[in-house]
């Protein structure tokens, strides 16, 4: 369904769903590139202008089969029976996609309008449902999605509380999420600052007569 879906929406946006994605403006080199982006260009190597969105894939065998001859086909088990824990469940697999997000974040002023979202094909444990809310809340990540709406026949978390988490059921489900990520203009911006700073930034942006003048004095933007 991943696959099918992603070049479908790239289809329809008119964009190019281009693998391993290098673009040195936000910190994708040939050794740290991008899983999958869809680009106005289908360039491997893209401009950050031309890079409207972003996914960092995180995807293994999340269930194990035997095959006997002549083609017999046995479910043995799923990743609740596995020695080690696959895709979105392992921690270092999370660990290397939020180092990534946030190296993207940090590369320049291009790179604060790329949505980022990491695809999976497992649920998040307990340990990262936190994690993955405040990462959305905060702007980091716009996502972390599991393309596998089934992964055990057993309990798991299907959506964290504040969707920073969610597993796709439906392909209509991962349609909507693009097509909002494409059609919305983002900004993230983060700092840490003093009360007296930060009571001063609210001052001035109080006084402005409109969002978009208000947003250029919060991102610390020239404003005339």
């Given at each position: 369904?991943?696959?099918?879906?992603?070049?479908?929406?790239?289809?329809?946006?008119?964009?190019?769903?281009?693998?391993?994605?290098?673009?040195?403006?936000?910190?994708?080199?040939?050794?740290?590139?991008?899983?999958?982006?869809?680009?106005?260009?289908?360039?491997?190597?893209?401009?950050?202008?031309?890079?409207?969105?972003?996914?960092?894939?995180?995807?293994?065998?999340?269930?194990?089969?035997?095959?006997?001859?002549?083609?017999?086909?046995?479910?043995?088990?799923?990743?609740?029976?596995?020695?080690?824990?696959?895709?979105?469940?392992?921690?270092?697999?999370?660990?290397?996609?939020?180092?990534?997000?946030?190296?993207?974040?940090?590369?320049?002023?291009?790179?604060?309008?790329?949505?980022?979202?990491?695809?999976?094909?497992?649920?998040?444990?307990?340990?990262?449902?936190?994690?993955?809310?405040?990462?959305?809340?905060?702007?980091?990540?716009?996502?972390?999605?599991?393309?596998?709406?089934?992964?055990?026949?057993?309990?798991?978390?299907?959506?964290?509380?504040?969707?920073?988490?969610?597993?796709i059921e439906r392909i209509d489900?991962?349609?909507?999420?693009?097509?909002?990520?494409?059609?919305?203009?983002?900004?993230?911006?983060?700092?840490?600052?003093?009360?007296?700073?930060?009571?001063?930034?609210?001052?001035?942006?109080?006084?402005?007569?409109?969002?978009?003048?208000?947003?250029?004095?919060?991102?610390?933007?020239?404003?005339?």
């Amino acid at each position: 369904m991943g696959k099918e879906s992603v070049r479908t929406h790239s289809q329809k946006n008119r964009l190019f769903a281009v693998n391993t994605v290098e673009c040195p403006e936000v910190g994708l080199t040939k050794r740290s590139e991008v899983d999958l982006a869809f680009c106005i260009t289908d360039s491997k190597i893209q401009s950050a202008k031309d890079i409207k969105l972003i996914f960092e894939i995180k995807m293994s065998i999340v269930s194990n089969y035997r095959f006997t001859a002549p083609d017999l086909v046995e479910f043995i088990g799923d990743y609740k029976t596995h020695k080690g824990n696959p895709s979105l469940l392992r921690s270092d697999s999370m660990s290397k996609a939020i180092g990534k997000s946030i190296n993207i974040r940090v590369s320049g002023i291009e790179s604060t309008k790329i949505p980022i979202v990491v695809l999976g094909n497992s649920p998040v444990s307990d340990n990262y449902s936190h994690k993955v809310d405040f990462l959305k809340a905060a702007g980091v990540v716009q996502g972390f999605w599991s393309l596998n709406p089934k992964p055990t026949e057993s309990d798991f978390i299907r959506k964290s509380e504040k969707l920073g988490f969610q597993t796709i059921e439906r392909i209509d489900e991962i349609e909507n999420l693009i097509n909002n990520l494409l059609s919305t203009k983002l900004n993230y911006f983060s700092s840490m600052v003093s009360q007296k700073k930060l009571g001063e930034y609210i001052r001035i942006v109080n006084k402005e007569s409109t969002y978009e003048v208000k947003k250029g004095v919060r991102m610390g933007e020239k404003v005339a």
